[in-house]
């Protein structure tokens, strides 16, 4: 009995913290894509629908990133516009139209943000997309894997100044990629300037964040940085994991 009272108290607890470290998407705002098809092509369109009683100030960005059969390097067409949403209103923000017999990887990504330039909206559509295969991007592009009720997952993104910044990322990468653990949220490796002339690496996911060290150019010290963030991320997802599983319990 005092086992149970002690489980609902602590659920309680949970249920009053802020979800900032676990961002929800697609609730106030629903960034969907919607398709049409036929026998050569198929129509996109990037619609967003505002499910709350108030109007709300939003960015956008719509990317559609292109990679040849055989190719690694791929081709990316980017929008992003500010717009405004009426209280349960709709908008089409973008169309677009691909051709069923391209054989190139193409990805097309919707993400919408508030006004704060949090990410609170994501959709995605692929053709010719291997699975379960994480990818990195950089701050000009912005690419995703795989469908599945617009949830991302596996994505990297990388904005480094120096080299041992890529080093690191590489080595990240590589590590994060062997993982198999392909999270939701976007995972991101920033470089930043600190104090005269050395720079920090943060990693978060989303808003979260999970490590940051100034950088050196040590190739063990990098390698010693990366144990440590991905022992950080996965600290993260399962706490992520338990308490998903306690309010699904109780």
Request: proline letters at 3%; charged letters at 25%; zero cysteines.
């Amino acid at each position: 009995m005092t086992s149970i009272f002690h489980y609902i108290q602590t659920l309680f607890f949970i249920l009053l913290l802020p979800f900032d470290g676990f961002p929800q998407y697609n609730t106030a705002v629903v960034a969907e894509i919607l398709e049409v098809e036929n026998t050569e092509f198929t129509e996109l369109t990037a619609n967003a629908l505002n499910m709350t009683e108030v109007s709300q100030n939003l960015r956008f960005v719509v990317s559609m990133i292109r990679t040849p059969e055989g190719e690694t390097s791929a081709n990316t067409i980017k929008k992003e516009e500010g717009f405004t949403l009426d209280p349960f209103g709709s908008k089409i923000l973008a169309e677009t139209t691909i051709n069923k017999s391209d054989n190139a990887k193409i990805i097309v990504l919707f993400l919408i943000y508030n006004d704060e330039d949090n990410l609170i909206g994501k959709a995605r559509w692929v053709q010719n997309e291997e699975k379960d295969a994480p990818l990195v991007i950089t701050k000009e592009e912005i690419t995703q894997i795989g469908y599945d009720s617009a949830i991302l997952r596996g994505i990297v993104t990388e904005d480094t100044r120096t080299k041992p910044g890529r080093d690191f990322h590489k080595l990240f990468y590589t590590e994060y990629f062997l993982s198999q653990l392909n999270a939701e949220e976007i995972i991101s490796v920033k470089e930043l300037l600190a104090f005269g002339r050395n720079t920090k690496i943060e990693v978060k996911i989303e808003s979260t964040l999970i490590s940051q060290f100034y950088l050196q150019p040590n190739e063990e010290f990098l390698k010693s940085m990366v144990k440590a963030t991905m022992a950080n991320i996965y600290r993260y997802l399962q706490n992520k994991k338990n308490i998903d599983l306690l309010i699904e319990r109780y």
